[in-house]
């Protein structure tokens, strides 16, 4: 089937009470790990591209994989969303490529670091919003700042510097009309996230309930929600590696938040412990190999496997069946009539 919107699945994930997973990608190992994850958990998916990675694999690189990827997995209903757009025009090139979602991060400024106003956020992301209803595109936006910073992107810090007000929230959604919203409850992009397993002193689940009460039909989004598993983690300091102790958002929490209109759950970071893992594993204990395949399927399976274990743990496995994809250009007439809403 043809790459769909993520409008279709969240909305199906609402009705169902589950979450999707959104893994990030940058070349053809980690996006054939996730569709075999999926077809072996018959799950939908969500793949998505941060600007570095549409700069690493030159844009037309990673589009033909993921034309690779619904001609190879025609039973999974899969999206391609860009991550982190950092102004209008990225989301409209992401468009013109052929993207089926994409995320206006107007919390932040076009230089993806400094935290911006209020109207400047309401003003790009209408102004995306706009071009790609139009198409049937979906969008993401984003009120509050993360902590951390990935690929360059990202405010720094914490995470609690700008958690997200639920009162601006509600504001922002019926100023914007985002089909979906990212929110700071004190998660952080990258490894280091926590310096302890979270409470809720750091982890601010209390502020998630309160803006889904809010916006009880929002879509929410968790950025920065790998678990960082201690496994992973032990994997690679054992061959060679040198990660400082640290913990992430642990599974139940967003399972939690799941329970609370969470739709979209990011997951990086323990991917890229995973696959790093399985590489350092077999250039230590056989220093003799040196064909790149010795090593990168290894690593895609070690991708897979966390990949397959977070669509279950999520509750989208088994749900790719019951989607019958919706023509961008049937979902462009629907926003139209407005049989969409925020
Ligand atoms: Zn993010």
């Given at each position: 089937?043809?790459?769909?919107?993520?409008?279709?699945?969240?909305?199906?994930?609402?009705?169902?009470?589950?979450?999707?997973?959104?893994?990030?990608?940058?070349?053809?190992?980690?996006?054939?790990?996730?569709?075999?994850?999926?077809?072996?958990?018959?799950?939908p998916v969500i793949v998505q591209a941060s600007r570095g990675a549409r700069s690493y694999s030159q844009d037309k690189f990673l589009y033909h994989l993921m034309l690779a990827a619904t001609e190879l997995y025609p039973e999974i209903p899969t999206v391609l969303h860009?991550?982190?757009?950092?102004?209008?025009?990225?989301?409209?090139?992401?468009?013109e490529l052929g993207f089926t979602s994409v995320m206006m991060d107007g919390s932040l400024q076009a230089d993806g670091k400094t935290p911006s106003s209020y109207e400047y956020n309401v003003d790009v992301t209408r102004q995306v919003v706009a071009t790609a209803h139009a198409k049937g595109v979906t969008v993401e936006a984003?009120?509050?700042?993360?902590?951390?910073?990935?690929?360059?992107?990202?405010?720094?810090?914490?995470?609690?510097?700008h958690l997200t007000d639920p009162g601006e929230a509600e504001r922002f959604v019926k100023d914007t009309h985002c089909d979906a919203l990212a929110i700071a409850i004190g998660t952080s992009h990258g490894a280091y996230k926590f310096t302890r397993k979270p409470d809720g002193e750091v982890l601010k689940m209390d502020v998630l309930i309160e803006i889904h009460k809010r916006l009880p039909k929002t879509h929410l989004v968790m950025h920065g929600s790998?678990?960082?598993?201690?496994?992973?983690?032990?994997?690679?300091?054992?061959?060679?590696?040198?990660?400082?102790?640290?913990?992430g958002v642990p599974v139940e929490e967003i399972q939690l938040g799941i329970k609370?209109?969470?739709?979209?759950?990011?997951?990086?970071t323990d991917n890229r412990l995973a696959m790093t893992g399985a590489?350092?594993?077999?250039?230590?204990?056989?220093?003799?190999?040196?064909?790149?395949?010795?090593?990168?399927?290894p690593a895609r399976d070690a991708m897979k496997k966390v990949v397959a274990q977070r669509m279950v743990e999520f509750g989208q496995a088994g749900k790719a069946k019951s989607i019958i994809p919706i023509p961008l250009p049937e979902m462009a007439e629907m926003y139209k009539k407005e049989l969409v809403g925020a």
């Open positions: 089937m043809p790459l769909v919107s993520m409008r279709q699945l969240l909305d199906e994930a609402a009705k169902g009470g589950y979450g999707v997973g959104a893994f990030n990608v940058n070349n053809m190992e980690q996006i054939q790990a996730i569709m075999e994850a999926a077809r072996e958990t018959e799950s860009q991550d982190h757009g950092n102004s209008p025009e990225t989301c409209k090139s992401a468009i984003e009120i509050g700042c993360l902590g951390g910073i990935e690929d360059g992107h990202g405010a720094g810090g914490s995470g609690m510097e790998s678990s960082v598993p201690k496994d992973l983690q032990d994997i690679i300091n054992k061959y060679g590696g040198s990660l400082k102790p640290t913990w609370n209109g969470v739709r979209k759950i990011n997951v990086d590489i350092r594993k077999v250039l230590m204990e056989t220093p003799e190999k040196f064909d790149p395949r010795d090593y990168m399927k």
